[in-house]
């Protein structure tokens, strides 16, 4: 044991220096000396979509056909796909955001995404999700007792619609909720 030991010297203290806080770069400034490799560092922190980048690039003060010509390179080279961007963006909504279908359909059409691309993301995000059980998990989170009269239930349904959820599937599960026979829904 007393040949054993170590010595490990003691941890610096982190320094911050006003100077040094003042000289980060901030997120307007440009990084990179060109677009195609500030593009690059864009997209390794996480998917975006061509649009999304686009913009970016520009705010970052590079002109319009720099801008094109890096997005260009990067479509060509794999790094920027719209596909795989939605298809991530898919599987976000559904599991973080509990969204229905039309509701990401929507946000991908939005963010300038063309349509059978987002619909073949949707179908594949979709394809291991029961859509029945992810509501009927929202609506438990959206409830903290039964549905006591028509302005509540109303309330509700256009709640759910608003997130993408069909029509038909949301008054079936609501129905279940209702508190009483008090109120009919056909007044």
């Not at 593009?39 to 061509?50: K, P, S, V």
């Not at 596909?83 to 969204?99: D, E, F, P, T, V």
């Amino acid at each position: 044991m007393s040949g054993s030991h170590t010595y490990t010297q003691p941890l610096k203290a982190p320094t911050t220096s006003s100077s040094r806080i003042q000289q980060a770069p901030s997120v307007k400034k440009r990084s990179h000396d060109d677009p195609y490799t500030s593009g690059l560092a864009l997209l390794a922190r996480r998917e975006l979509f061509t649009e999304e980048l686009r913009g970016r690039l520009l705010r970052q003060g590079y002109n319009a056909r720099q801008v094109e010509e890096a997005i260009r390179r990067l479509t060509a080279r794999g790094a920027l796909n719209n596909l795989r961007a939605a298809k991530a963006y898919a599987r976000h909504a559904i599991q973080n955001k509990s969204r229905g279908r039309s509701r990401v359909l929507k946000e991908l059409d939005q963010r300038g995404v063309n349509p059978s691309d987002s619909q073949q993301a949707t179908d594949e995000a979709y394809s291991d999700v029961n859509e029945t059980i992810l509501l009927s998990r929202v609506i438990s989170r959206k409830l903290s007792g039964p549905i006591i009269n028509q302005a509540h239930f109303r309330r509700l349904y256009a709640a759910l619609l608003r997130q993408g959820f069909d029509g038909t599937d949301i008054v079936k599960l609501l129905k279940a909720k209702i508190a009483s026979t008090d109120f009919s829904l056909d007044q």
